[in-house]
């Protein structure tokens, strides 16, 4: 499947915490930078998230801001 | 200012394009991993956004999904 | 690819409308049932979305609202 | 009250499961087709969404993504 | 129609620059507090949106951020 | 930091809830108007938000809907 949003950071998972129905999962995309991700626990499943696993992180343009100091 | 937005990647300005009303703004967040983000070309203005500027690209992590092959 | 995202519609392109940036796109997902998206003219291209193409409209549970009478 | 969001899918509650804050809610809006929501308890509680009840499922055309195959 | 969006600000539209597909609606919503609105221009022309219109800003409780100084 | 994000309306905190992974955060942006924020609890411990805290509801424009009645 292609998707269309624009931001697919390539990573690899290293925390899953599973909440009562949301979880974070947290992706390193590159050295040090960590990405975290709110998504539900059906879905951790789903895709079988587990620390160490390759995934994606995947953001939608339209739900990128940017901020200058 | 600091935002509860768990996602906050450093990078530099590779490319601003203006539209009607919305504009599309590149970060580069590592070397070759470049953030696309859709803003309105008001904020564009508001943040003197150009090429070579130093930025962030923000995420809440609500809007981040998560992929695997 | 496999997405956390829990809502994947399947369907049929019966519209693209290219704006400056911003592109909208419109997939009938059941008989007279159509969604429209908004995404970047990027994607359009990059997707080659074009009308009659089967295409998913992808939604984020998160970003689902619920209403009643 | 007329909203702006342009997907407006009615359909049937097959599916409310509350958390700690947040709760998902699944909406069945064409024969096998289920929509997920993830909305807070409270706008369950607001809306009084139980199994069976008719409701709709909405979702504002920036947040809906395409793909394709 | 009750929607489960938990803010839902009453105001007066001060603005409307519909774009090539993304208009930006202004709301104030208290005295000198204005909103933002980034929709459809088909939601403007469905909504008959104009200066001096009584409008609600309508935002899902997952889309706010909290920020401090 | 200066972000993209259009809508800043300041306020003060009036409750703090929170779930499993997710919290829900209330802000009095004006007088009797109470805006609604769920966040992760961590964002609500790196802020330190409390009853009675000074706060900032952030919202991107094109996470805002408009309503008419």
Redesign the interface.
């Given at each position: 499947?292609?998707?269309?949003?624009?931001?697919?950071?390539k990573g690899t998972v290293v925390s899953v915490?599973?909440?009562?129905?949301?979880?974070?999962?947290k992706?390193e995309?590159?050295p040090g930078?960590v990405?975290?991700?709110?998504?539900?626990n059906?879905?951790?499943d789903?895709?079988?998230?587990a620390n160490g696993?390759?995934?994606?992180?995947?953001?939608?343009?339209?739900?990128?801001?940017?901020?200058?100091?």
């Open positions: 499947m292609k998707i269309s949003a624009r931001n697919v950071l915490e599973k909440g009562a129905t949301t979880a974070h999962v992706i995309v590159a930078q990405v975290t991700a709110a998504i539900t059906e879905s951790v789903a895709l079988k998230l696993a390759q995934a994606y992180a995947v953001v939608k343009a339209s739900d990128v801001m940017v901020a200058v100091d």
